[in-house]
C-alpha cells in the first residue's frame, strides 16, 4: 500500500521560512516524479514543484522554493523561503510515473498524501 505523509507546516510571519518534507513507502519511488501542490480556500489546487531528474517550478514560487530529494530514504522536501501571505494553503505531496512534460498536472499523479496547513501571517 503506497503512502505519503506530509510534515512541516506551520504558522509562520510573512518573509520567514517552512521547510516540508514528505516520506513515501509502499513502492520504488526512484524513477517517479515527485510534486507539491497547494489549495487554498476557495481554490483550484495548483501546482507548486516537481522533481524528476529536473525541477520544475511555478512562477510564483521560483527563487523561493526548493524542491530536493533523497532516493535512498524515499522523501522529497521543499524549502520555502521569503514566504507570502499568498502562500497561505493546504500543501500536498503527490508522486506516480509521471513524464516530465505533465509533472504541473495533478491528475496524472496516481498518489497523494493527506496536506499539511501551511499559514502565512503578514
Known amino acids: 500500500q503506497v503512502q505519503l505523509v506530509e510534515s512541516g507546516g506551520g504558522l509562520v510571519q510573512a518573509g520567514g521560512s517552512l521547510r516540508l518534507s514528505c516520506a513515501a513507502s509502499?513502492?520504488?519511488?526512484?524513477?517517479?516524479?515527485m510534486g507539491w501542490f497547494r489549495q487554498a480556500p476557495g481554490k483550484e489546487r495548483e501546482f507548486v514543484a516537481a522533481?524528476?531528474?529536473?525541477?520544475f517550478y511555478a512562477d510564483s514560487v521560483k527563487g523561493r522554493f526548493t524542491i530536493s530529494r533523497d532516493n535512498a530514504k524515499n522523501t522529497v522536501n521543499l524549502q520555502m523561503n521569503s514566504l507570502k501571505p499568498e502562500d497561505t494553503a493546504i500543501y500536498y505531496c503527490?508522486?506516480?510515473?509521471?513524464?516530465?512534460?505533465?509533472?504541473?498536472?495533478?491528475?496524472?499523479?496516481?498518489?497523494w498524501g493527506q496536506g499539511t496547513q501551511v499559514t502565512v501571517s503578514s
Open positions: 509502499g513502492r520504488t519511488f526512484s524513477r517517479d516524479a
Open positions: 522533481i524528476t531528474w529536473s525541477t
Open positions: 503527490a508522486t506516480g510515473a509521471v513524464a516530465g512534460g505533465s509533472v504541473r498536472r495533478a491528475n496524472d499523479y496516481g498518489y
